[in-house]
Every structure is written in C-alpha cells, then in structure tokens.
C-alpha cells in the first residue's frame, strides 16, 4: 500500500522525467521552416507531454486529462547562447532585406539611366556603378565622397 506522500513523489518523478525527455526532444526555435519547436508550437508540444506524462502515468492508474509547459527557461549560458543566436538571425534577416532593397534600387537606377539616355556606360562602367551603389546602398556607415581627379576613361 502506498501513502500519498509516495504517490506525489512517484507522480512528480515521472512527471519531470517525461518534460525532460520532451524537452530534448525538441528545439527551442524551429531552424527549418515548418519544424515542430518548443517555442513555436506549443499545442503540439502540449499533446505530446500529455502523451508522454500519460504513458508513464498510466502504470500506476493515473489519468492526464491536460499537460502544457507555462513557461520556458533556460540557464544563463544556455540563455545567452540562444540571445546571440537569435540576434544573428535578426543581422542575418536585416541584411537580406537591405541586399534585397538595394538590387532592386540598383536595377532601377540602370533602367531609368538607360530610359532617359541621360548617361551611356559600357559593361565596364556599369558594373563599377553597380559595385560602387551597392557599396552605399548595403553599407552599415554613411557614404564618403570621393574626387575623382582624373577623367571619366
């Protein structure tokens, strides 16, 4: 016969064991699109530490109506290592987004140039203006002049 007090203890070590295992189970943020994360899919998370918590549970005729986890924490190394990384992702994103933004005022710089006929530029000179508004348009700091103090060839 067991006493309550070795049912709680026998409830709460199964119970942590099963978090445990779902929670290496699993990352903290999907890395691919549509991957099942802690973070991001917490239904699905839910029912699989339902199952989990159940599936050991059981043995000792207990019923898991619900499992879900509240709240996500980490270690401070852990935790910092996970900050850097999403700030990585964040630079990352920023960055693709200015590129993105920066062809595509490339691109249309060329094409207004060459709808006007304001300027012609040989291959050449197009691709040194490509690279040189790139250069400001993807920069992290302001443009610098430059005095060109020899002729345009």
């Known amino acids: 016969m067991y006493n ?3 049912y709680e203890s026998f409830v709460h070590i199964q119970s942590k064991a099963a978090l445990r ?4 189970s699993y990352p903290y943020d999907a890395e691919e699109a549509g ?3 802690l973070r991001s899919h ?3 998370i839910s029912h699989h530490l339902q199952e989990q918590i159940a599936e050991r549970l059981g043995k000792a005729g207990v019923r898991v109506i619900e499992a879900r986890i509240s709240h996500l924490a980490y270690a401070p190394e852990i ?7 999403q700030q990585a992702n964040a630079v990352i994103a920023a960055r693709t987004r200015i590129v993105a933004g920066a062809v595509g005022m490339v691109e249309m710089a060329l094409s207004e140039l060459e709808k006007h006929g304001t300027v012609r530029l040989d291959e050449e000179r197009k691709a040194q203006m490509v690279s040189n508004l790139l250069v400001v348009l993807c920069g992290d700091r302001g443009p610098q002049p430059v005095v060109n103090a020899g002729g345009l060839y």
């Open 4 to 6: 309550v007090d070795d």
């Open 21 to 24: 295992a779902m929670a290496t």
């Open 35 to 37: 991957q099942v994360a």
């Open 42 to 44: 917490p239904q699905e």
């Open 79 to 85: 935790a910092q290592a996970m900050l850097q990384r």
